[in-house]
């Protein structure tokens, strides 16, 4: 029997939410730290007052766009994550220093899936990190879309990635109950990340919430 796709919840904005999506089933939980744009953004002294009520084992996701090695590893240790999510592309060497620095802490990048260059970049990151994450930004635009655009991309593109890629990988990007069932068959990911897809008005919706893991099969 197949496993069931982890989910991860994205933009937690308080104590409250973070618990309300382990309720319902989540494995992971998205801290997003400041970004040039999208929703649920936190700073650092939220994030670092949420991390420590999530239980083991959930995962505990710090969304940075810092690129330089220094600032990603100063990000983390202001708010203790278990998880790095690289949501910008960054230097070569830089993953070998965060190792370095942040030695128990995993590493996921971000790649957004464009178009056949990106199935290129996710394959030759992939064996430097621990999971990718395929998403529907846009980074090449003047103000750079980094997450958070509630907008599907080319699923058959990420499934390439899924199939080929040496570590598991998440699919994002639109993902709601009423689709969830044709991206799982689509692109068979190791696991799920949505933010606005259970959210009514920027807030938490259980209702959305639990219609979400009842299309995923929880």
Not at 41 to 56: E, Q
Not at 183 to 193: E, I, N, R, S
Not at 208 to 214: C, D, G, I, P, Y
Request: charged share 20%.
């Amino acid at each position: 029997m197949t496993p069931l796709p982890r989910i991860k919840i994205c933009c937690i904005s308080s104590v409250q939410e973070a618990q309300t999506a382990i309720r319902y089933g989540a494995a992971a939980l998205g801290l997003v730290g400041p970004m040039p744009s999208g929703p649920g953004t936190l700073t650092d002294d939220a994030i670092a007052r949420i991390v420590p009520t999530v239980p083991p084992p959930i995962a505990t996701f710090l969304l940075s766009c810092e690129t330089l090695p220094e600032s990603l590893i100063a990000h983390q240790r202001r708010v203790h994550t278990n998880t790095l999510q690289l949501v910008d592309a960054v230097s070569p060497g830089t993953y070998a220093l965060l190792r370095e620095a942040l030695p128990t802490v995993r590493l996921v990048q971000v790649i957004h899936i464009l178009d056949e260059a990106s199935v290129e970049e996710a394959l030759r990151l992939a064996p430097e990190v621990d999971a990718l994450l395929l998403d529907s930004g846009n980074p090449t635009l003047a103000i750079k879309e980094l997450g958070g655009t509630g907008r599907t991309h080319n699923w058959m593109l990420s499934r390439q990635i899924v199939e080929q890629a040496p570590v598991p990988v998440f699919l994002a990007g639109g993902l709601k109950a009423e689709n969830v069932r044709a991206a799982l068959d689509a692109v068979q990911p190791f696991g799920l990340d949505l933010c606005s897809g259970v959210r009514t008005q920027g807030q938490l919706d259980e209702a959305k919430l639990e219609a979400f893991f009842r299309a995923v099969g929880y």
